[in-house]
């Protein structure tokens, strides 16, 4: 069955000034992850930072920032690591890896 909606978890690039010059009234959203209509934002307890696909800045979130918005997924997406590891659930042999980039 084709759904012709798609909805994904996203927050808000706090970089404006970057975006505002390409699109006055729309505020860029960063893809966190793909999600549905009615799934619960996952839990999420510590605040993180996401990497603006376009503009390339790294900013600080709180878990209340994370919004779910229907929208067309990016070419290439990336889901944000901490919504990733809620998805997949039980693989043991996913053991911490604490590199940063
Ligand atoms: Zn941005």
Excluded at 3 to 25: A, G, M, Q, T
């Amino acid at each position: 069955m084709w759904e012709d909606s798609r909805y994904f978890w996203v927050v808000p690039c706090k970089n404006h000034w970057f975006h505002i010059r390409k699109n006055l009234f729309f505020r860029h959203r960063i893809l966190l992850a793909e999600t549905d209509a009615i799934t619960p934002r996952p839990a999420i307890d510590t605040r993180f930072t996401v990497r603006c696909d376009q503009c390339g800045k790294e900013y600080l979130y709180k878990p209340s920032e994370v919004l779910r918005s229907e929208q067309e997924p990016a070419e290439s997406f990336t889901p944000h690591p901490l919504f990733r590891d809620n998805e997949s659930g039980s693989h043991p042999a996913v053991a911490g890896s604490a590199t940063q980039g």
